[in-house]
């Protein structure tokens, strides 16, 4: 009797084991745009943003996923609850009242861009309110710019807007330097932009790109907190260096 106690005994805990072992990891699954080079469904590992971004969720505990679609569907959807939070979004107070931030993955520079030969310049930022400025639907510096009284244009994507600025339908184009620069040397429709197109001084704004979680997530500050460590780790112990260098960006 003893010994068939024994057995069960041993054969129970290699079964919880194995249960253990072969557990399903936890998917967080973030919506996101296009937004190359960063991050885009066309680029090797989705982006350098991705790569870091799901390594950090895999050493946190997490499988990461992304699905994209335009920013304001992905910004609405992941506020609901429907997804676990965003690949690379900008802070805001307003933002803040709907997800955790983690830590900053990157960094972006936004700048205004004319048609070259407009001639528009400004030391103040008060200089540019008499001209149409166009920008991303959602974003960060659109909807900043529109709450402080600019005449503001907006589009579902970046390519779209690059066209308006062309075609002279806006005067100003407001966008991540290195998102137009990639989209002219890799967008067919844009390639002959190439010489059309000049930043104006000084830029926009610098701003630091999270992956926050929905406030309607019950573990969601959890989660960052995991990730925020995993990133941490990753920069003492070079990871996060070799990706950028694996992707040009260092």
């Known amino acids: 009797m003893?010994?068939?106690?024994?057995?069960?005994?041993?054969?129970?805990?290699?079964?919880?084991?194995?249960?253990?072992?072969?557990?399903?990891?936890?998917?967080?699954?973030?919506?996101?745009?296009n937004w190359q080079p960063f991050y885009g469904e066309d680029l090797p590992e989705k982006g350098f943003f991705a790569a870091i971004s799901r390594e950090a969720f895999k050493r946190a505990g997490y499988e990461m996923k992304i699905e994209f679609m335009p920013w304001k569907r992905a910004l609405e959807m992941a506020k609901k609850?429907?997804?676990?939070?965003?690949?690379?979004?900008?802070?805001?107070?307003?933002?803040?009242?709907?997800?955790?931030?983690?830590?900053?993955?990157?960094?972006?520079?936004?700048?205004?861009?004319?048609?070259?030969?407009?001639g528009i310049a400004y030391s103040n930022i008060e200089?540019?309110?008499?001209?149409?400025?166009?920008?991303?639907?959602?974003?960060?510096?659109?909807?900043?710019?529109?709450?402080?009284?600019?005449?503001?244009?907006e589009t579902n994507d970046d390519l779209m807007s690059m066209k308006k600025l062309n075609a002279g339908r806006i005067d100003l184009l407001v966008i991540g330097k290195q998102q137009l620069y990639y989209n002219i040397a890799n967008v067919e429709d844009l390639?002959?932009?190439?010489?059309?197109?000049?930043?104006?001084?000084?830029?926009?704004?610098?701003?630091?790109?999270?992956?926050?979680?929905?406030?309607?997530?019950?573990?969601?500050e959890e989660i960052v907190k995991k990730f925020n460590a995993a990133l941490q780790e990753m920069k003492a112990d070079g990871t996060y260096d070799d990706i950028l260098k694996r992707f040009g960006q260092k």
């Not at 690949?87 to 972006?108: C, I, K, W």
């Not at 932009?193 to 929905?214: G, N, R």
């Open 127 to 153: 200089d540019l309110k008499q001209y149409k400025i166009g920008g991303l639907r959602g974003a960060a510096p659109l909807i900043e710019l529109n709450e402080k009284g600019f005449n503001v244009e």
């Open 191 to 220: 390639k002959g932009f190439k010489d059309e197109f000049e930043a104006i001084e000084p830029p926009f704004k610098s701003f630091d790109l999270f992956c926050p979680i929905t406030r309607k997530k019950a573990d969601g």
């Open 81 to 118: 609850g429907k997804y676990d939070g965003l690949l690379g979004a900008y802070h805001s107070e307003e933002r803040a009242q709907e997800f955790y931030f983690t830590d900053p993955v990157s960094q972006n520079e936004e700048v205004f861009f004319q048609k070259k030969g407009k």
């Open 2 to 33: 003893k010994r068939g106690l024994t057995v069960l005994f041993f054969i129970t805990m290699i079964t919880l084991g194995a249960g253990n072992l072969f557990a399903e990891t936890e998917t967080i699954t973030l919506a996101t745009l």
